[in-house]
């Protein structure tokens, strides 16, 4: 077992420090990282192989795990350039966007009110992700240029979108629920 606890989660799955990486490649280096330092591999070694497996996989799990997710690798790759990780209650700055997220907010009360709820939910749906992509793409451009400011406001941005996916998820659970 030969984990660098020093490496970041990128050269821990020799991987090129970016915002875009290969996700199968990711994987499969994981599952590769993954049985060379289970805990099972070491049931019968000294108590301190034992440790460093737990440790090790530990690790393994905590890397793919940041960098398999768009919105974490993000932060990730900012924790790397030396900006500090905001609390998940920030907001940002920017007016047009908090009117956006206002209007978005409506339209998620509303979704259940319509006519074809499961309608006005898929064009929801449809809209958030594509503000989502387009986030993601300013993130990298920012990112790229060294405008880490500006690129952590994407993500913080990101993270709206992604709270209101999930409440748009929860919704639709509820409607199908009461479908049965």
């Known amino acids: ?3 660098d606890f020093s490496a970041n989660y990128f050269e821990l799955f020799d991987l090129p420090v970016a915002f875009d990486i290969d996700l199968n490649e990711l994987s499969s280096r994981y599952r590769v990282l993954q049985s060379e330092v289970h805990p099972d591999r070491y049931a019968n070694a000294s108590a301190q192989e034992r440790r460093l497996s737990v440790q090790s996989a530990g690790l393994v799990n905590e890397a793919f795990q ?3 997710d768009p919105l974490n690798r993000g932060f990730y ?3 790397l350039a030396g900006v500090q990780r ?6 940002t700055s920017d007016l047009d966007f908090l009117m956006q997220q206002m209007a978005y907010r409506e339209r998620l009360d ?3 009110e319509q006519d074809e709820p499961f309608d006005a939910a898929d064009q929801l749906r449809d809209d958030l992700e594509a503000e989502t992509q387009q986030l993601i793409q300013k993130f990298k451009d920012d990112y790229v240029k060294a405008a880490y400011p500006a690129a952590q406001d994407e993500l913080i941005k990101l993270q709206f979108f992604r709270r209101l996916l999930s409440q748009l998820d929860e919704l639709e659970s509820r409607l199908e629920d ?3």
């Open 1 to 3: 077992m030969s984990i």
């Open 66 to 68: 940041t960098l398999k």
């Open 77 to 79: 790759l900012l924790d």
């Open 86 to 91: 905001p609390d998940d209650h920030k907001t």
């Open 110 to 112: 509303e979704v259940a």
């Open 178 to 180: 009461q479908l049965s």
